[in-house]
């Protein structure tokens, strides 16, 4: 795995040594002591997967209490990924950083908890695989506002993105719960 660091200090991608053969290909997509080996212990209790069609925006979400970290990916297609630093204290508080996973460059990227993520699909469909450090909360869930002008993401769009109402209906940073 080569870590890929990101303009936030937290947040970065991993390039996993892909092995081909007239098989077909095989990568390891979580090792525990490669984690360890780049200064992160954590621990996993859910896996989950989406599929989406392309234009579909997901996010920014995040839970106020039982904050996930989250190590994602793409087994089809390519989204534009987003972590959006809503750690008050941090120097990056309030910043965000995009790029590309595909089914192509097979980048895991980490998403440390006290981020919003969020993505949206260029591809015709994605999906979308991601491992959490903590369990789903529905009542603790916070959708951060997409297109709020104070964070000011340059999102990748083809036309009006397809949202969830309760995206659709995200708070802005200014009115949003932070983290500490
Ligand atoms: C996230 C989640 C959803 N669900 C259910 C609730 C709902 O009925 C259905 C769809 O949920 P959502 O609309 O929240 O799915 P989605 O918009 O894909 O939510 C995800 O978005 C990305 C950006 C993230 O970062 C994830 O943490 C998660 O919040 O799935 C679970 O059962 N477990 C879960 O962990």
């Known amino acids: ?21 007239d098989r077909g290909f095989f990568y390891e997509s979580w090792n525990h002591q490669v984690f360890v080996d780049i200064g992160l212990d954590v621990e996993f209790v859910q896996d989950n997967h989406s599929k989406s069609q392309q234009g579909v925006l997901r996010g920014l979400h995040y839970q106020i209490q039982h904050p996930q970290g989250k190590l994602v990916r793409v087994v ?18 309030g910043k965000w950083v995009g790029f590309l996973l595909s089914v192509e460059n097979r980048y895991l990227a980490w998403i440390p908890p006290g981020f919003a993520h969020g993505f949206y699909v260029t ?3 994605a999906e ?3 491992k959490a450090t903590d369990y789903y909360y529905p ?24 949202l969830a109402v309760k995206d ?5 940073l200014a009115e949003a719960e932070v983290f500490a």
């Open 1 to 21: 795995m080569r870590r890929i660091d990101t303009a936030i200090a937290d947040v970065f991608l991993l390039e996993p040594r892909v092995f081909g053969d």
């Open 123 to 125: 591809s015709e469909s």
């Open 139 to 162: 009542e603790h869930e916070r959708s951060l506002l997409w297109n709020d002008p104070a964070v000011d993401i340059d999102w990748p769009l083809l036309s009006e993105p397809q």
């Open 128 to 130: 979308f695989l991601y």
């Open 76 to 93: 089809a297609g390519e989204v534009f990924d987003v972590a959006v630093d809503l750690r008050k204290s941090s120097p990056t508080f």
């Open 168 to 172: 659709a209906q995200g708070k802005s």
